[in-house]
């Protein structure tokens, strides 16, 4: 049985993986705030990424796969990946699975990005996220999955539960109306990295919607599908002209069933 290795395993995505891929596999997960629940949970190990080396808890449990899905100072997370590289070199049978961001091109806004467009960043966080795919980049090819993210919802994620609140508080909702988006739902992202280690797949993938919206479009009908038809918006204008933030599957497409629709995305913040 393959023996996996959550980094970020209390969090919202971190989490999901887990519950998904704990009956298939020996699967084990990392968690940093103290925390009962997680501390009993003897597959659950405590880890922070900027005091501890991360290669101790890898020579000790020894995983074939490890899911890159944690939080934390950037420096920190970058030396981390580093040491997971040297770990992955010295061990024959094991690949990084590297949950990165449609913000790896976010300073490139005339067009979607596919699989193998150039990355190019304005942003902190994206210029962060490139610099752990580069030296990725750099590894044999079953080293390693770059899975790059666009907002993922769900109806526990940490998006809609916000949006519940802004709507019971009569909040104004802040949109981006000239942003052209694609996104991702909880279950499905769940579904299709189990599918890739089931698959042995590699290289990169973008596990968004297939189809694209503007972001004030796709709150408005997560909102209408919550029940509130008029939801108070704030339309934030950051161009004259539309922009793309989004990353869509074109060269590393998963069969039928694990593809999503942005109507997808809407539905599954109504299932709990």
Known sequence: MKKILILGGSGF?????????HPYFDTHATYFTEND?????????QYDVERESVSILLENLRPNIIISAFRGNFDAQVMAHFEIIDYLLKNQNTKLIFLSSANVFDAFTNYPSYEY????SQSIYGR?????????LRLPNQKYVIARLPM????????VLKLKQQLRDHEAIEVFSNVVVNATSELKLTQQLHYIINRRRQGVFHLG????IHHNDLILEICEALGEKKPLLKNVYDSNFDRFLAVVPKDNLLPKNLQISVQDV???????
């Open 13 to 21: 995505i971190g989490n999901a993986l887990y519950k998904e891929l």
């Open 266 to 272: 809407v539905t599954s913040t109504l299932v709990t």
């Open 37 to 45: 629940f997680f501390a009993r949970n003897q597959k659950f190990h």
């Open 152 to 159: 993922v919802y769900g109806a526990n994620s940490p998006r």
């Open 128 to 136: 962060f996220k490139i610099k752990i795919e580069n030296a990725l």
């Open 209 to 212: 919607s297939s189809d694209l």
């Open 117 to 120: 467009d150039k990355t190019l």
